[in-house]
């Protein structure tokens, strides 16, 4: 199928093609001819599969330039902010709309300028509702609304800021809402705001054939170790062998924690062992963050260090490697996570470093989702010192409090760190090709097809 059979004009396809966005994707397909028709839509894929451009490309052909504030577009970070409308002022460059950007920790004055000749406004709910309640901002007239990553939106404590915003919209207007899934905690909002929605939904994970899925089951003190071992190895191979492609290679690497203070000491640690890495998280300054992507981008960076917030919608290219130092408590952000390689054809590889304390989280990825993730032998590593107090990492622990004390066993400074176990669901044991992670039937099954 192509962008003419889904009935989007000269001008928007031209663009595309400008951008080598030649062919419809899956989501695109579904999504772009219920949005033209004016449907209220629910669209769900998985990360990277081109859903800015499913909900982007129908709005630009149906924007009048130059008559008003006629789209909102909320999205949970100012990252995923500025990205999409950098996308949309490039699909628009023949139409001529005029974008505002609108996120807090900047001034408000260039903001409201901004706002004041703009046909769309893409923004974090925070800042756009601060400048509903002092009068800069008037929604009504707009007749699109969209929501992206509007799982994130719940998670993120801002569906109550959501519905304020909605609530100055006219009755008429079209929703889109678009996300890699759309939790039952949002439910209300097609209830009491959406008009007959419909559902695009298109896969909503990468394909098995392109992502590899592994996990090492590990004692939590030898994650740091197992790592330096697996990140050495990787970089430091050529990209072929005289055997043909080296399948170890790593050409651009995220690795995954599940807090800040963890992503601050690791990278410290890693710095110490040679490791050139670089960090991204929350409490980093806008114009520090997009800097960290766009090395990355620009390959002046193999290797970053992520919190959670690198997990969702953020525009990183070409990743070819994504380790899960630890789990988030939640197991749809794994989804998120792994979301980030494999993308656009390409393939890559999601490696989990597996501890007891990751063991119950795991067992509800597995319960969730059907996922072919395999185990992996352990191979023989150093055993590296990882330092719990840096100046790097502002002295905090891994266990994100300040001054913890540095949990390592009794084999003396080669140890890695240590932390009390905090339970499992398997106890002490391991999981062997993770059996039992629960006692229903289709847990087994999911265990037998993994193995």
């Known amino acids: 199928m192509s962008f003419e059979e889904l009935n989007l004009n000269a001008e928007v396809i031209k663009a595309l093609a400008e951008e080598g966005i030649s062919a419809p994707t899956k989501i695109q397909e579904m999504a772009i001819p219920m949005i033209l ?17 499913a909900f982007g490309a129908p709005i630009i052909q149906n924007i009048k330039p130059r008559a008003g504030l006629q789209t909102i577009i909320l999205t949970p970070t100012r990252e995923l902010a500025v990205q999409i409308s950098n996308e949309l002022s490039k699909f628009s460059k023949y139409k001529r709309c005029f974008i505002a950007t609108i996120y807090g920790g900047v001034g408000l004055g260039p903001q409201i300028g901004d706002m004041a000749r703009a046909d769309i406004v893409v923004g974090t709910p925070g800042r ?4 509903l309640q002092r009068g800069n901002l008037h929604l009504s007239h707009i007749n699109c609304f969209v929501l992206d990553e509007a799982d994130k939106m719940v998670e993120m404590g801002f569906i109550e800021d959501v519905e304020q915003i909605l609530s100055q919209t006219p009755k008429n207007r079209q929703i889109l809402l678009f996300g890699a899934t759309i939790s039952s905690e949002i439910d209300h909002l097609k209830v009491d705001y959406m008009n007959n929605p419909v559902v695009a939904e298109a896969d909503k994970h990468v394909k098995q054939e392109l992502l590899e899925q592994y996990y ?5 003190n030898q994650k740091f170790s197992l790592l ?15 055997n043909g492609p080296n399948p170890d290679f790593m050409d651009r690497v995220l690795i995954f924690c599940s807090s800040r203070s963890t992503v ?22 806008q114009t520090k963050r997009l800097q960290m992507i766009d090395r990355l981008n620009h390959d002046k960076l193999k290797i970053l260090v992520a919190s959670p917030v690198a997990a969702r919608g953020l525009d990183i290219k070409n990743v070819t490697h994504i380790f899960n130092y630890d789990l988030s408590p939640d197991p749809q952000e794994y989804v998120h996570r792994i979301g980030r ?26 319960d969730r989702y059907r996922l072919d993730i395999k185990e992996l032998p352990l191979e023989e590593f150093p055993r590296l010192r990882f330092e719990v107090r840096s100046r790097e990492s502002s002295s905090y622990s891994e266990r994100g409090g300040r001054g913890q ?46 193995d």
């Open 405 to 450: 004390r540095d949990f390592r066993g009794s084999r003396g400074p080669s140890d890695d760190h240590r932390h009390p176990s905090r339970g499992s669901s398997f106890g002490s044991r391991a999981p062997p090709r993770y059996r039992d992670v629960r006692s229903s039937p289709r847990s087994r099954e999911l265990t037998r097809r993994t």
């Open 341 to 366: 390689t494999a993308r656009a054809g390409e393939s890559g590889k999601a490696i989990t470093l597996l501890s007891d304390k990751d063991y119950s989280v795991f067992g509800q990825i597995f």
């Open 264 to 285: 601050e000491l690791l990278t410290a640690n890693l710095r110490n062992q040679g490791i050139r890495a670089e960090m991204i998280h929350g409490k980093m300054s």
């Open 128 to 131: 756009m509702l601060d400048h």
């Open 216 to 220: 090492y089951n590990i004692s939590h």
């Open 228 to 242: 330096v071992h697996l990140l050495k190895k990787g970089i430091a191979v050529p990209l072929n062998t005289e």
């Open 37 to 53: 028709a004016g449907k209220d839509v629910i669209g769900m894929s998985f990360t990277g599969s081109g859903k800015t451009v």
